[in-house]
């Protein structure tokens, strides 16, 4: 997606090999505007999955996610990092290790909103190892639903979460996808769309 890469490059920072920092419009700020986008660009990809809800992991896949159900006029329902007081049953649960913060979550989402049979289309906003969207996947399933499609905002293609999802059968779809991390370039994958 041209418009998504082009704000990377224009606002993203490598911080280093590894990890790429874009909370001027995504992470911390959220550009609104590039959030419909991003919406309408993954409803039009999905527009032949069937799906009937979007899961995605708080907090920022959140925007990316509601755009995208706002769009698919779809309702959308976040998986959560810290139990809540008031979300405490009929819950399913995986452990999540994060690629930033280098530490294991207990990601949770409630079954009342993730129903069996459904077609559920997990989006988050980044792909690296592939943790946070297995942890996705574990979940739906676990509710009885099934995954229908996984949306990615920004892809790192240099890690292997692409290739794990794949492997498991998955179909996925990255609106952006990094070859490569330097500090003053930063280089996609070419993909014939
Ligand atoms: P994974 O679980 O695929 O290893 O990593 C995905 C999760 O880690 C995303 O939900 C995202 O929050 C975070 N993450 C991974 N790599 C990056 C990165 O380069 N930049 C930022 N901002 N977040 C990342």
Known sequence: MKQLEDKIR???????????KVDAFLNHQVDPVLM????????ERFKDANID??????????????????EMGI???FARKRKSLTLQDD???????????QETNRISLSRRFVLPGERVLIIDDFLANGEAALGLTQLVEAAGAK???VGIVIEK???PGRDKLIERGYRVESLAR???LEKDHISFVEVAR
């Open 178 to 180: 990094i070859a490569k």
């Open 36 to 43: 419909q986008a991003i919406g309408k660009e993954f409803a």
């Open 10 to 20: 224009e606002e993203g920072r490598a911080l280093s090999d590894q990890v790429l």
């Open 91 to 101: 819950l399913v649960e995986a452990d999540v290790y994060s690629f930033t913060k």
């Open 53 to 70: 809800r979007i899961v995605t992991l708080e907090s920022s896949g959140i925007a990316p996610a509601m755009m995208t159900a706002l």
């Open 147 to 149: 995954v229908a499609g």
């Open 157 to 159: 293609s240099f890690q």
């Open 75 to 77: 309702p959308f329902v």
